[in-house]
C-alpha cells in the first residue's frame, strides 16, 4: 500500500476525487462563474445559455482572461450529436499594415503586446451571440444580469486573484484607468476586499438591455473608437461594426477507437493534436508506462514535429490555403512518425515536412454538459494575462494584445516563443492563428469528454496529454488533468517538463540529448468533463483556483 502511494505521488496524481453529478456539470478557471453557470441550469437552461453566461460573469471576476474584449472559439455538440464551431477570433484592424510593428531597423517593437496599438478587433459579444441564437432557450438579458450584478455589487477577491491582479502591475500600472481600477491607484486589493467595477456595470447592462448590437454599433463602440483614436489605437467604429462571428465546420478525427471533434483553423489547437495523436497510435509508445522516459521522449518528438508544421503552414483560411487534408493525411503522418528514433532530434536540424497535394490556438476556458446531453467547449482569451493592460475609460472593460500572435516578422518568436511564417503575416481584416484548443471526445457515437485549456502555445500539448491519460491509461477525469505534463514547441528548442517528473527520467531524456528544462509552471490548466454510465465527472485542474459544481 505504501509503495503504491508513493508511485501515486510521484506521477503527480491527484489526492483527490473529480466532482460528480447526476444530470449537468459546469467547470471554469474561477468558482464564482461556475455558480453561476449551474444556477442558469438550473432555472432551465441549456448548456448554450450556461456558457454564455458564465463568459460574462469571468469578464467580471477573472480579469486576467475573461473578457468581452477579446475574442475566441465554442466547440458545441447537440444532445443528437450534430456538432459546430464558432470562431469570433479577434481580426486586425482596417488600418493594420504587414510591418507595423517592426521599428526603423526591422526589429520587432512592443507595440503588440502592450497598449492600445496591440489590440485586435474583439470577437467575444458577437460570438456569445451567435452561440445563444442558434442554441440558447433563455433570454439574452438575463444570461447577461448575472454579470452586471457582479460588476455592480461588486465580488470578494480570493487570494489567487487579489495576488493575480497585484502581479499585473507591470502590464496594467502604466494606464492610469487600470491602475485606478485594479491596482486601487497603487495601494493594492487584498483577499477578502470586495472588488467593484461601475463602470463595466453600465457596459454590460447596455449590452444586455440594447443586445449585442450595441458593443459594436452604439454608444460602446462610439467611445471604444473616440478612445482608441484619442491614444493611437487603430480600432474604428467600422471595424467594430463589420466584425461578425463565423460558423466553421470542426474537424473530425480518430483515435484508439474513440472520435475527436476538434476545432478548425485559425486554431491550430485541432490540426496538432489530430497530427500528433496520429503519430502516436502510430508508434505506440504507451506499454512503456506513465512517467516513462521513452513514452516522455516520443511526445516531445511529435510535438516538436508538429510545431515545426505549424510555423510554415498554419493560418487563417479566410486568407490563405491551409493544408488540412494534407497535414492530416496518414501517409505522412506515418512518414513524420518513422523520423523518430531513440535519440533528441535536434530542432535546428528539424524542418516542416513535404505535406501531400490536398485531397478530392492568457486564456481562460469552460466546459459545461447540460442534463439533456448538450456540451459545450468554450476558450476564449485576451491573449497575455490582462491583454495589452488598457482598461477602455468609462468602458471598464480591458482589451486583447491578440495582434502579437500575428507573425510581426517571420522567423521571429511571439511572447510565447512561438515561429510563424508568411501564412500568419498580418493583413487588414484577418484573423490571427490561436492555440486555443476545445475538444470534444465521442465514443461509438455518445458523448465522452468535454476537455479544453487556457495557457498560450502550452494549450494544444496539456489538452491532448489530459485526452491520452483517459483513453490509453483508463484514468479518472481529476488524475488525468492533474498528471505532470511535458511541453515542446520545436523552438525554442528545450524540452520542459512540470514538477512530478521522477529524476530517474530527466537524467534519461538528457542522455537521450534533450534540453531539459524543469519548472513550477504548468503546461496550461486544463478543465474537462467525462461522462459515464450514470455519472459526469467534473474536473478543475488541480494548478488552477477553478471549480467545478452540477447537479
Not at 507595440?111 to 478587433?121: E, F, P, T
Not at 486601487?184 to 438591455?209: Q, V
Not at 537524467?507 to 459515464?532: A, D, P, Q
Request: charged residues 20%; hydrophobic residues 40%; proline residues 6%.
Amino acid at each position: 500500500m505504501r509503495f503504491a502511494l508513493v508511485i501515486f505521488l510521484a506521477l503527480g496524481l491527484s489526492a483527490h476525487e473529480p466532482v460528480r453529478a447526476r444530470k449537468a456539470m459546469v467547470v471554469t478557471q474561477d468558482p464564482i462563474a461556475t455558480d453561476v453557470g449551474v444556477g442558469i441550469l438550473k432555472r432551465g437552461g441549456n448548456a448554450y445559455d450556461a456558457a454564455v453566461a458564465v463568459a460574462f460573469a469571468l469578464a467580471v471576476t477573472y480579469p486576467t482572461a475573461g473578457n468581452i474584449g477579446g475574442g475566441g472559439f465554442a466547440l458545441v455538440r447537440s444532445a443528437n450529436g450534430e456538432a459546430n464551431f464558432i470562431d469570433f477570433r479577434e481580426k486586425a484592424p482596417g488600418q493594420a499594415t504587414r510591418d507595423m510593428y517592426l521599428d526603423a531597423q526591422g526589429k520587432p517593437t512592443r507595440d503588440s503586446v502592450v497598449g492600445w496599438r496591440a489590440s485586435g478587433v474583439p470577437g467575444t459579444v458577437r460570438g456569445l451571440e451567435l452561440l445563444h441564437k442558434k442554441y440558447g432557450k433563455l433570454p439574452w438579458a438575463e444570461l447577461v444580469k448575472p454579470s452586471v450584478k457582479l460588476a455592480k455589487n461588486g465580488f470578494v477577491l480570493s487570494y489567487a486573484t487579489a495576488r493575480s491582479i497585484r502581479g499585473s502591475e507591470r502590464t496594467t500600472g502604466p494606464f492610469p484607468e487600470s491602475k485606478r481600477i485594479y491596482l486601487k491607484g497603487g495601494s493594492y486589493y487584498e483577499a477578502g476586499e470586495t472588488l467593484r467595477l461601475p463602470e463595466l456595470a453600465r457596459t454590460l447592462d447596455r449590452i444586455a438591455k440594447r443586445g449585442p448590437s450595441e458593443f459594436y454599433q452604439g454608444e460602446t463602440a462610439k467611445r471604444l473608437a473616440a478612445e482608441m483614436a484619442k491614444h493611437g489605437g487603430l480600432v474604428t467604429e467600422a471595424d467594430l461594426r463589420n466584425y461578425q462571428a463565423v460558423e466553421r465546420k470542426p474537424l473530425l478525427g480518430h483515435y484508439h477507437g474513440h472520435e475527436i471533434i476538434a476545432a478548425p483553423p485559425p486554431s491550430s489547437g485541432g490540426i496538432g493534436m489530430l497530427q500528433m495523436m496520429g503519430m502516436l497510435e502510430h508508434l505506440n509508445p504507451f506499454p512503456a508506462g506513465m512517467g516513462s522516459a521513452k513514452l516522455a521522449h516520443t511526445l516531445a518528438e511529435v510535438m516538436r514535429r508538429y510545431y515545426a508544421d505549424r510555423s510554415q503552414f498554419l493560418g487563417d483560411p479566410d486568407f490563405v490555403k491551409v493544408p488540412v487534408a494534407g497535414l492530416l493525411n496518414p501517409k505522412y503522418i506515418a512518414q513524420r512518425a518513422d523520423s523518430i528514433t531513440d535519440r533528441a532530434t535536434p530542432s535546428a536540424s528539424l524542418q516542416h515536412g513535404a505535406v501531400p497535394p490536398e485531397e478530392s490556438p492568457e486564456t481562460t476556458h469552460l466546459s459545461i454538459v447540460d442534463a439533456q446531453g448538450n456540451a459545450v467547449s468554450l476558450t476564449y482569451t485576451l491573449n497575455g494575462s490582462y491583454g495589452s493592460g488598457v482598461t477602455v475609460p468609462g468602458l471598464g472593460f480591458l482589451l486583447n494584445n491578440e495582434m502579437d500572435d500575428f507573425s510581426a516578422k517571420p522567423g521571429v518568436a511571439n511572447m510565447f516563443g512561438a515561429l510563424g511564417g508568411e501564412a500568419n503575416a498580418i493583413a487588414p481584416g484577418k484573423r490571427m492563428l490561436s492555440s486555443m484548443t476545445p475538444t470534444i471526445v465521442t465514443k461509438d457515437g455518445k458523448l465522452l469528454l468535454v476537455i479544453g485549456a487556457p495557457g498560450g502555445t502550452r494549450i494544444i500539448t496539456g489538452v491532448m496529454q489530459a485526452i491520452l491519460n483517459v483513453i490509453d491509461y483508463k484514468l479518472n477525469v481529476q488524475d488525468a488533468i492533474d498528471a505532470p505534463r511535458l511541453h515542446h514547441q520545436w523552438m525554442p528548442d528545450r524540452l520542459y517538463l512540470e514538477r512530478g517528473w521522477s529524476p530517474d527520467t530527466v537524467e534519461l531524456l538528457k542522455k537521450m540529448g534533450h534540453n531539459v528544462e524543469t519548472g513550477t509552471m504548468g503546461v496550461s490548466n486544463v478543465h474537462g468533463i467525462l461522462v459515464e454510465e450514470k455519472w459526469l465527472q467534473g474536473a478543475p485542474d488541480g494548478r488552477s483556483n477553478g471549480k467545478a459544481a452540477g447537479y
